[in-house]
């Protein structure tokens, strides 16, 4: 019999581990309860405030939804997740809801962690969870924390005893990619062993979340890349490759677009010192800012925490590609282009990327602020599978609507020109509507005045449904020897202020333009003034392979959801020629040796036996594009729907003559 003094003492205890608590959300509960001392967080001390690394609480709000049971998150290495764990351990500590196991790489720094930020936090730092700490010292070890009412574990990854014992309703796990992906006498690796721990128990949780290594080797290299120790293959990405794939999307300032935050939107060009060759890093910290995918506006560093009070996380694995999403499976991406913390802006990030030269350097920026994998061909050859998805329902010859640009691109080789015609839409959309070759490059005229049949004339006045011809062209100078016939060719009547020259630059040799498309300074042939193009290589390769190809099943994924696709759409004509989508397989981007230095870039020149002509031609294409948008738009501004684009718009130069 429980004698009169011991009941209430007794009714309070059991009171303490059987009571109903609703479960409040996590970032208000952190910070009302949470204070982080200078030792714990040295940058940001005093009471916890979520919205200093913002996209960290995701995690938060993964762990109250009961729809998902595992959080994959790869990051960069300002997101914020380990602190955001632990605050998340407090939190199940002061709610009582189970043991919790915490991983990392190596038992050291499993235990470092402990005494260093974990149990400060919870003797000290958390005011609201006093009640569980025990009295004796004893009770909170290096490895485990025998608090009231439940566990905490930790442990290092590699020993395969300490993660398969213990069945935890809680597990955590940082730094993945340091684990070994194979433990020694081939058991499972640490992350697998980790899912059986929960497999019995409802309302398991698992959290694991690193930078990533490498990315899944391409089918062609998996032989090669067998043969190399596990541990560089990662496991990070190809956890989240098989999740739900959420990525953060935020409005723009000025035409409140949501979008993801990428490294091809950070606009730094133009902080060059007056040499127009050097980099000024001063500028570079000051001028850096994000270009809206859509309405092009400048968006600068102190736009970036008002967008981010604006988040929203999107799925974008909806089961468009080989990696089908698995149920109950979170996963997400972050990176330092939404970090708040100094030392992360866009102009610091930009600086960290032109200074970096060695290969070490450049990987450790992709995976230690970007948040991306390092992999040995980052753009391999474009699979032929992935081109002919590009294929629409309009024939060669053909254009589904009316173009505001219709173009006539040509490269010339040594006895053979190839040509391809595209049309571009005002929202950027470009259809590849034709191509061939001559030997004769005169035989372009008649492709330029070819009309091209319009599908559809939706939005287009009567008086104006005329099948249009190609009004403007580009045309690669060539080698050298063909400098001259190919300069004849576009003063020659009929050519004249029609076809224009041009030559790409890549590497170095940018950083003398201004511009991604600039006119050299010798302007004239014959006696006669001729605007001759000079264009970024590299960019407009990028444009081409990484974000229209690249990107096809992110595009397609925001399409299906009625919402603005990431990048413009780049469509093939139904049924292509498979010399055509061959050449469009030729590009390779990778590391490679360039005037007696490894680079990272676009090779020069495709595998032996491959042929890039016609790739040549639609990168003259986008840099025709990227002339032409801002005019187009212009004119949209001062009278109403531009109509098609002719050379009189493209050539600006104050020496142009007029049509011969």
């Not at 914020?80 to 632990?86: S, V």
């Not at 025990?134 to 590699?158: I, T």
């Not at 009567?462 to 003063?491: A, F, M, N, Q």
């Amino acid at each position: 019999m429980i004698s009169a003094p011991v009941k209430p003492w007794m009714d309070g205890l059991f009171s303490l581990y059987f009571e109903l608590r609703e479960l409040l959300p996590v970032a208000p509960w952190a910070r009302d309860n949470i204070v982080l001392s200078k030792e714990i967080s040295p940058a940001h001390p005093g009471p916890f405030d979520p919205e200093v690394a913002p996209l960290s609480t995701v995690l938060f709000d993964w762990y109250l939804d009961p729809q998902w049971r595992e959080f994959i998150g790869v990051k960069s290495s300002q997101a914020g997740f380990t602190q955001a764990a632990l605050v998340l351990i407090c939190y199940i500590i002061e709610h009582q809801l189970g043991h919790v196991l915490f991983a990392m790489d190596a038992a050291g720094r499993a235990k470092d962690l402990n005494n260093e930020r974990l149990k400060p936090m919870i003797t000290d730092g958390c005011k609201s969870i006093g009640r569980f700490v025990p009295e004796s010292e004893d009770k909170l070890q290096n490895m485990v924390l025998l608090l009231k009412g439940l566990k905490v574990w930790l442990a290092g990854a590699k020993s395969a005893g300490q993660l398969a014992s213990r069945t935890i309703p809680n597990i955590f796990g940082d730094e993945v990619d340091e684990w070994e992906e194979e433990l020694r006498g081939g058991e499972s690796n640490a992350l697998d062993l980790l899912r059986d721990r929960g497999k019995l128990i409802e309302g398991f949780k698992m959290a694991v979340f690193s930078k990533p290594r490498n990315a899944p080797a391409p089918d062609s290299e998996k032989n090669a890349r067998a043969k190399r120790r596990k541990k560089d293959q990662g496991i990070i990405w190809q956890e989240y490759l098989t999740g739900s794939r959420h990525h953060c999307f935020v409005p723009c300032p000025f035409c409140d677009h949501y979008q993801e935050l990428v490294w091809e939107q950070v606009r730094f060009g133009h902080c060059r010192n007056d040499d127009g060759k050097s980099w000024d890093y001063r500028r570079m910290l000051s001028e850096t800012y994000y270009e809206c995918v859509k309405c092009r506006g400048h968006i600068l560093e102190h736009h970036k925490r008002e967008m981010l009070a604006r988040r929203e996380w999107r799925q974008t694995n909806l089961g468009q590609d080989d990696y089908k999403p698995i149920p109950r499976k979170f996963s997400c991406h972050a990176s330092d282009l939404y970090s708040l913390f100094a030392g992360s802006g866009w102009g610091d990030l930009a600086v960290e990327y032109v200074s970096a030269r060695s290969t070490s350097q450049k990987r450790k920026f992709r995976r230690s602020r970007l948040g991306l994998p390092v992999e040995e061909k980052v753009i391999a050859a474009a699979r032929l599978a992935t081109i002919l998805k590009l294929q629409g329902k309009y024939l060669r010859g053909q254009i589904p609507r009316r173009p505001v640009l219709l173009a006539l691109l040509a490269d010339v080789q040594q006895s053979v020109v190839k040509w391809l015609k595209v049309g571009f839409l005002l929202d950027g959309t470009c259809y590849v509507v034709d191509f061939g070759a001559t030997e004769d490059e005169r035989d372009l005229l008649g492709e330029l005045n070819k009309p091209v049949k319009v599908l559809d004339w939706v939005d287009t006045p009567e008086h104006l449904r005329v099948d249009p011809v190609c009004k403007v062209g580009l045309i690669d100078e060539g080698d050298g020897k063909s400098t001259k016939r190919i300069l004849d060719l576009c003063t020659t009547r009929g050519f004249y202020k029609r076809l224009f020259p041009c030559k790409g630059r890549g590497g170095r040799q940018t950083e003398h333009m201004k511009d991604r498309v600039t006119v050299q300074k010798n302007r004239t042939h014959r006696g006669l003034p001729l605007a001759r193009y000079l264009m970024d290589h590299e960019y407009f390769l990028d444009e081409i392979y990484e974000d229209r190809i690249g990107r096809f099943d992110e595009i397609a994924t925001a399409e299906a959801r009625g919402e603005q696709p990431p990048v413009p759409r780049l469509w093939l004509f139904a049924e292509p020629d498979s010399a055509l989508c061959q050449e469009f397989c030729a590009e390779t981007k990778d590391w490679h040796v360039e005037a007696g230095a490894l680079v990272f870039g676009w090779q020069p020149k495709p595998p032996s036996g491959m042929h890039n002509d016609y790739s040549d031609c639609l990168k003259e294409g986008m840099a025709l594009w990227y002339m032409a948008r801002p005019l187009l738009l212009k004119k949209l501004a001062g009278a109403g729907r531009p109509q098609e684009t002719s050379a009189a718009d493209i050539d600006t130069d104050e020496d142009a003559a007029p049509d011969a």
